[in-house]
């Protein structure tokens, strides 16, 4: 196969069903598919990962089969022909199938538990590496968590979070330089179930 510089991932990658959401957003595929926004082999995403090659076989060809990622070059590496994968779209998603097909609390529970998830194991991970601790003060301009219940109209509510997407938004445009490191951002505002009255 020859090197397909023309290709470019779809906008969004529909979730039809739990069960494609559950084979998606496990801590290790979740983090395949995050370092696939470059096109890289199976070799180069363990190097990346810290693990056994041979341990990510099984989610790579997971990934594959339901079209999450796509081969979109092949080398030779030695004897062997070695693949280039990518992530076959920007964004991955519930479809409004997804939304037909799960209660409203299944829906709630599952992409959540799969944020916090993966959210928890790339803070942990990187705080085990030294790369951060938690409570030392001049983390204080790498690390925010932060959790408020603010009392806002549904007009109020929509302008807080146009205004945070599009800061991400703006901040995700920088170009990458050699000084740069990937921060982890999750970003949530939702109505509460809180009863402050």
Not at 15 to 33: F, G, N, Q, S, Y
Not at 103 to 110: F, L, M
Not at 152 to 170: D, K, N, P, V, Y
Request: proline share 5%; hydrophobic share 40%.
């Amino acid at each position: 196969m020859s090197a397909n510089h023309e290709f470019q991932p779809a906008d969004v990658f529909p979730i039809d069903d739990l069960d494609a959401l559950k084979l998606l957003m496990t801590e290790p595929r979740i983090e395949i598919i995050e370092l696939l926004r470059n096109p890289a082999s199976v070799a180069e995403l363990a190097e990346r990962m810290d693990v056994p090659r041979t341990r990510l076989y099984h989610h790579i060809n997971a990934l594959e089969e339901i079209g999450a990622i796509v081969v979109v070059d092949e080398r030779r590496a030695g004897a062997m022909n070695e693949k280039i994968y990518q992530v076959a779209a920007k964004t991955y998603q519930p479809s409004e199938k997804f939304l037909e097909s799960a209660t409203p609390r299944e829906q709630a529970v599952a992409v959540i538990d799969s944020l916090f998830s993966i959210t928890r194991t790339d803070i942990a991970r990187a705080v085990e590496r030294e790369q951060f601790t938690l409570v030392e003060a001049e983390n204080r301009r790498q690390l925010s968590m932060h959790r408020s219940i603010l009392t806002l109209t549904r007009q109020r509510a929509g302008e807080l979070i146009e205004r945070m997407e599009s800061l991400i938004a703006e901040f995700a445009e920088d170009p990458e330089t050699d000084d740069a490191e990937p921060f982890g951002v999750l970003l949530i505002a939702h109505p509460s179930s809180r009863n402050l009255k």
